[in-house]
T-cell receptor, first 118, second 112 residues
C-alpha cells in the first residue's frame, strides 16, 4: 500500500517568509511524528500526535514552529518568519500504535521536505 | 540533543565483505532500532531489538545489544553495492516510548 507522503519535496524560502509542510500518513495510523534532520546529523524529534491530539511538542525549536492534525489524518508543520537556521530536512513518520515498544509500533518515514532558507 | 553516537562515522568496504557499525547511548531504554537512509530518501526501518534481548537476526543483518555497556552493533554480512547508505540507531526513552532519539549515523560505502 501507499507509504507516508510529504509535500513539497523541496522548498526554498526567503528569510522571514512563512512556510507550510504537509504530511499524509499511512491510512489508519494513529500516531504521527515530525522530525528535523540537519545536514550530516540524525533526525531530531519535534512533535507527536495521537489522532488529532498533540501530546508532545517539546522538540519544537521555538514558538515560530506550529504543527496541527485537525482531523487525525493529514498534518501540517508551519514555520513562521523562517530563519537560516531552520534550513533542514523535515521528516514525517506515522505508526499504527502509540508507542515504540513493539514491532507493531514501528515508525514509517516519508521522504522528507528539504527546506532551504536564503 | 542526540542520544547516541555511532562509530565509525564513515566506512568503506568492498562488495562481499562484512560491515560492522556500533552505537552507544546514554539513558535506559525499552528497545533499540536500526534505520537505513539512502541519499534523498526517507528512513527505512531495519530491525528492532528489545532491552531484554541480546541478539537478533534478520536476513543478512545481525544486531547485538549490551544494556550494561549501553551499546549496540549492527553487522551486515556479504555486503552489496545496494547497501550503500547511512545507518542510524534509534532508542526510545523509558518514560516516553513513542519518542525516537537517533544517533549521528554511520555512512557506509560498498564498492563494487
Amino acid at each position: 500500500g501507499a507509504g507516508v507522503s510529504q509535500s513539497p519535496r523541496y522548498k526554498v524560502a526567503k528569510r522571514g517568509q512563512d512556510v507550510a509542510l504537509r504530511c499524509d500518513p499511512i491510512s489508519g495510523h494513529v500516531s504521527l511524528f515530525w522530525y528535523q534532520q540537519a545536514l550530516g546529523q540524525g533526525p531530531e524529534f519535534l512533535t507527536y500526535f495521537q489522532n488529532e491530539a498533540q501530546l508532545d511538542k517539546s522538540g519544537l525549536p521555538s514558538d515560530r514552529f506550529f504543527a496541527e492534525r485537525p482531523e487525525g489524518s493529514v498534518s501540517t508543520l508551519k514555520i513562521q518568519r523562517t530563519q537560516q537556521e531552520d534550513s533542514a530536512v523535515y521528516l514525517c513518520a506515522s505508526s499504527l500504535g502509540w508507542g515504540a515498544r513493539t514491532d507493531t509500533d514501528t515508525q514509517y518515514f516519508g521522504p522528507g521536505t528539504r527546506l532551504t532558507v536564503l | 540533543s542526540q542520544q547516541g553516537e555511532e562509530d565509525p562515522q564513515a566506512l568503506s568496504i568492498q562488495e562481499g565483505e562484512n560491515a560492522t557499525m556500533n552505537c552507544s547511548y546514554k539513558t535506559s531504554i525499552n528497545n533499540l532500532q536500526w534505520y537505513r537512509q539512502n541519499s534523498g530518501r526517507g528512513l527505512v526501518h531495519l530491525i528492532l531489538i528489545r532491552s531484554n534481548e541480546r541478539e537478533k537476526h534478520s536476513g543478512r543483518l545481525r544486531v547485538t545489544l549490551d544494556t550494561s555497556k549501553k551499546s549496540s552493533s549492527l553487522l551486515i554480512t556479504a555486503s552489496r553495492a545496494a547497501d550503500t547508505a547511512s545507518y542510524f540507531c534509534a532508542t526510545d526513552e523509558v518514560d516516553s516510548s513513542y519518542k525516537l532519539i537517533f544517533g549521528s549515523g554511520t555512512r557506509l560505502l560498498v564498492r563494487p
